[in-house]
């Protein structure tokens, strides 16, 4: 009884989204997707950075939707992905190093205690 009911739906859905000459609307898409409580807005983004423990993940020219179900936000993300591995870049490094007159040693040790954070790391050097 409940898969012929989910079926049935199913069916509806379909033919709403899709209209019964198959093209996709749009309009009718975003309709059917309000009615289940779905929302879907774009985010200008120029850039988006993941951070993770061995590295990072960088997203340039995003395209990013934010979509909401049942009050819980989530977001799908697509662009040119770039992958750093390693917690500190170098290029961080020479900046702190730059900016603070110190050497490579005591600004690599500066931007591991402040988790790559190149701001705390100038300050914690500065002080």
Request: aromatic share 4%; no cysteine; glycine share 12%.
């Amino acid at each position: 009884m409940a898969r012929s009911r989910n079926l049935f739906i199913g069916r509806i859905l379909f033919k709403r989204m899709f209209g019964l000459g198959g093209g996709l609307d749009p309009k009718k898409i975003k309709a059917v997707m309000k009615q289940m409580g779905i929302n879907q807005e774009d985010v200008d983004a120029k850039r988006v950075v993941i951070e993770r423990d061995d590295g990072r993940i960088i997203i340039e020219n995003p395209s990013v939707q934010k979509i909401i179900v049942q009050g819980q936000a989530s977001f799908q993300i697509a662009g040119d992905i770039k992958e750093e591995e390693g917690g500190i870049r170098e290029e961080d490094v020479k900046l702190v190093m730059e900016k603070t007159g110190k050497n490579e040693k005591e600004a690599r040790k500066a931007l591991e205690n402040a988790n790559g954070d190149i701001a705390e790391a100038i300050l914690s050097l500065g002080s």
